[in-house]
């Protein structure tokens, strides 16, 4: 909760000063943008109610390329590549480790809408598909699984531009549709479809954007 009304803070600060310019951001049609996520995340933690360890391990980073194909609405491309491990010590000694590689593609289409000179809030339609293999190493059995899924649906988030041709961007949460289908290496099959609402702080996506 305290980093959501951060958030909202961060943004109500930036929206106010941007507002006391009377010109507005404007990306031309015609212009190319090259743009990279990356995210990082590790945890380490201890449970005293039954004696257990847990660390995790994970990165993913994903470089898109796009094109202006209107003033403020941008057609593009990306691809993405994730990695996740954790490590769990029970109290006998017991060790599970899960490996995880993700692969996704996702055309998208982006539109801009100006606040200021500097920022806009920018709404993210796409199509993503992803493909997922895990490995679980436990003690005793060694098993995994392969995933795949298709979500469809839009992104909301703001750009604000550093320098002419370069911004820091962030999309935060995500709606849409969500299938997905896996197996598992003992037959076990399972599938899911549903819409996803998810706007909590734990799905924002921060990147840099260069427009030329």
């Keep these: 909760m ?15 000063h941007a507002q006391e310019n009377s010109e507005k951001l404007t990306i031309d049609k015609g212009t190319w943008n090259v743009s990279g996520d990356l995210s990082l995340h590790f945890s380490n933690t201890e449970s005293n ?11 993913s980073f994903a470089p898109k390329i796009g094109y202006a194909i209107n003033d403020n609405l941008i057609l593009g491309l990306g691809i993405g590549y994730g990695y996740y491990k954790q490590d769990t010590t029970s109290n006998t000694n017991q060790q599970t480790t899960v490996n995880t590689n993700s ?4 055309p998208y289409v982006r539109k801009f809408f100006p606040v200021g000179e500097k920022m806009a809030f920018l709404v993210q339609g796409e199509a993503r598909f992803s493909k997922q293999k895990s490995d679980y190493d436990e003690t005793f059995i060694n098993t995994s699984s392969d995933n795949e899924s298709v ?9 604000y531009f550093i ?21 598992q290496s003992d037959g076990y099959y399972s599938k899911r479809n549903g819409f996803r609402f998810d706007f909590n702080t734990s799905n924002i996506i921060f990147g840099v954007s260069i427009y030329l």
Excluded: C, M, W
């Design 163 to 183: 320098s002419d041709k370069i911004a820091l961007e962030t999309t935060i949460g995500a709606l849409g549709y969500n299938y997905s289908e896996g197996e």
């Design 103 to 106: 692969y996704h593609v996702f």
């Design 49 to 59: 109610n039954n004696n257990v360890e847990q660390d995790e391990f994970g990165f």
């Design 151 to 159: 979500f469809a649906g839009i992104r909301p988030g703001f750009t």
């Design 2 to 16: 305290k980093k959501l009304l951060l958030l909202a803070f961060v943004l109500t600060s930036i929206i106010t």
